[in-house]
């Protein structure tokens, strides 16, 4: 399996557009700041990577945009930068392929006050059309007239790596010369004060994850541009050991997911993986298992990039823009990402710089 990417499309926190994205991971700065958005004062968590300088007019037709909630905006305008970035028009037949932990949560809650203050009939339709996950991954289908396979796959952390692995299975199958992959995350008041009350947020000193919002879209097995890098192969496995709410804590699952992505990549030694793209966010239990496990890879540079900008489904489209990034710029020649999920989710991918 090689799957070449020819376009990215990013909107994250502190950056909008690949280019700026790559500036920002060249600069090591973190976009991780205090909330300002919604009230944290009775919380105990106060910092998120939270995306402010997106303006969805400047990608999306007014008259369109009031149609789409804030997740299918992020995914929307994300897919928009892709497409123009790989330098080609996409067949119809192309597939949509979108991840996102939570998907609209604000719309939800939108939707349910109106539903509780006005009853059924007088509740909007339109905000409960807009309040299932798959609403990005439709609203980018209907802008470009996309008739492929579309799938929105909802896994908690490893929710963009799983609609990437599912994506380059069918492109390596022929169901689809192209696809859009990616996945977008809004970070909102609910979402954020029930992960501060179960206590998964980092805050004083104590360990947690950072939440992150955010879209990123690439382009695969189309466009004209030279590939950024190849989707060369996927593991995927399984920690029983984890909770719903909580990680495994099994190094040997992780290793046993990191090498079936390199057996599917047809990397046999484990010396041809330069750089492992880390899930590493913050979690005590989570990290602990992962920094296990990658003592199978004693050569390989590890790389942190959760710290930049939060953890969720944007978390794991923006550690592949940024993997993508270091192989275009010749640092490495395959790269491994790691995305751990909650509840035991683990999906690891092998990108690499050449086509074989």
Same mark, same amino acid.
């Given at each position: 399996m090689?799957?070449?990417?020819?376009g990215?499309?990013?909107?994250?926190?502190?950056?909008?557009g690949i280019?700026a994205?790559?500036?920002?991971l060249?600069?090591?700065?973190?976009?991780?700041?205090?909330v300002d958005r919604?009230?944290t004062?009775?919380?105990?968590a106060?910092?998120?990577a939270?995306?402010?300088?997106?303006?969805p007019?400047?990608?999306?037709p007014?008259?369109?945009?009031?149609r789409?909630?804030?997740?299918?905006?992020?995914?929307?305008?994300?897919?928009k930068?892709?497409?123009?970035?790989?330098?080609?028009?996409?067949?119809p037949?192309?597939?949509?392929?979108?991840g996102?932990?939570?998907?609209?949560?604000?719309?939800?809650?939108?939707?349910?006050?109106?539903y509780?203050?006005?009853?059924?009939?007088?509740?909007?339709p339109?905000?409960?059309?807009?309040?299932?996950a798959?609403?990005?991954?439709?609203?980018?289908?209907?802008?470009w007239?996309?008739?492929?396979?579309?799938?929105?796959?909802t896994?908690?952390?490893? #929710?963009a790596?799983?609609? $990437? *692995?599912? @994506? /380059?299975t069918?492109? %390596?199958?022929g169901?689809?010369?192209? &696809?859009?992959?990616?996945?977008?995350?809004?970070?909102?008041?609910?979402?954020f004060?029930?992960l501060?009350?179960i206590?998964?947020?980092?805050?004083d000193g104590?360990?947690?994850?950072?939440?992150?919002?955010?879209?990123?879209?690439?382009?695969?097995?189309?466009?004209?541009?030279?590939?950024?890098?190849?989707?060369?192969?996927?593991?995927?496995?399984?920690?029983?050991?984890?909770t719903i709410?909580?990680?495994?804590?099994?190094? #040997?699952?992780?290793v046993? $997911? *990191?090498? @079936? /992505?390199?057996?599917? %990549?047809?990397?046999?030694a484990?010396? &041809?993986?330069?750089?492992?793209?880390?899930?590493?966010n913050?979690?005590l239990?989570g990290?602990?298992?992962?920094k296990e496990?990658?003592?199978?890879?004693?050569?390989?540079?590890i790389?942190?990039?959760?710290?930049?900008?939060?953890e969720?489904?944007?978390?794991?489209a923006?550690?592949?823009?940024?993997?993508?990034?270091?192989?275009?710029?010749?640092?490495y020649?395959?790269v491994?990402?790691?995305?751990?999920?909650a509840?035991?989710?683990?999906?690891?991918?092998?990108l690499s710089r050449?086509a074989a």
């Amino acid at each position: 399996m090689r799957i070449p990417i020819t376009g990215i499309g990013v909107i994250a926190p502190g950056a909008i557009g690949i280019e700026a994205f790559r500036a920002l991971l060249a600069s090591g700065a973190s976009a991780v700041a205090d909330v300002d958005r919604w009230d944290t004062s009775g919380l105990s968590a106060h910092k998120a990577a939270l995306v402010r300088d997106f303006k969805p007019k400047d990608f999306i037709p007014v008259m369109k945009m009031r149609r789409m909630n804030a997740l299918s905006r992020l995914g929307v305008a994300a897919a928009k930068l892709a497409i123009d970035d790989c330098g080609g028009a996409l067949e119809p037949e192309t597939g949509v392929a979108i991840g996102t932990a939570f998907g609209p949560v604000q719309t939800s809650v939108e939707y349910m006050q109106e539903y509780v203050e006005k009853g059924a009939a007088l509740a909007p339709p339109q905000l409960f059309a807009e309040s299932v996950a798959n609403a990005p991954g439709s609203h980018i289908a209907i802008e470009w007239g996309l008739r492929g396979f579309n799938v929105t796959i909802t896994q908690r952390e490893s #929710s963009a790596l799983a609609a $990437a *692995m599912y @994506a /380059a299975t069918q492109l %390596a199958k022929g169901s689809a010369g192209a &696809a859009l992959i990616g996945g977008v995350e809004e970070a909102n008041e609910m979402l954020f004060s029930v992960l501060d009350r179960i206590g998964a947020l980092a805050h004083d000193g104590h360990p947690g994850i950072t939440l992150g919002e955010g879209g990123a879209v690439l382009v695969a097995g189309a466009g004209t541009r030279k590939p950024y890098g190849w989707l060369a192969g996927f593991g995927i496995a399984r920690d029983t050991t984890a909770t719903i709410s909580n990680y495994g804590s099994d190094p #040997s699952v992780i290793v046993r $997911a *990191m090498h @079936a /992505a390199l057996e599917d %990549a047809g990397l046999g030694a484990i010396d &041809a993986i330069e750089a492992i793209y880390v899930s590493l966010n913050g979690s005590l239990r989570g990290d602990d298992t992962e920094k296990e496990a990658l003592l199978m890879f004693p050569r390989a540079d590890i790389v942190r990039t959760k710290h930049i900008f939060g953890e969720y489904a944007a978390g794991g489209a923006l550690q592949i823009v940024a993997a993508l990034v270091a192989l275009d710029e010749g640092r490495y020649r395959n790269v491994l990402v790691n995305s751990i999920s909650a509840g035991g989710g683990i999906v690891c991918a092998v990108l690499s710089r050449e086509a074989a």
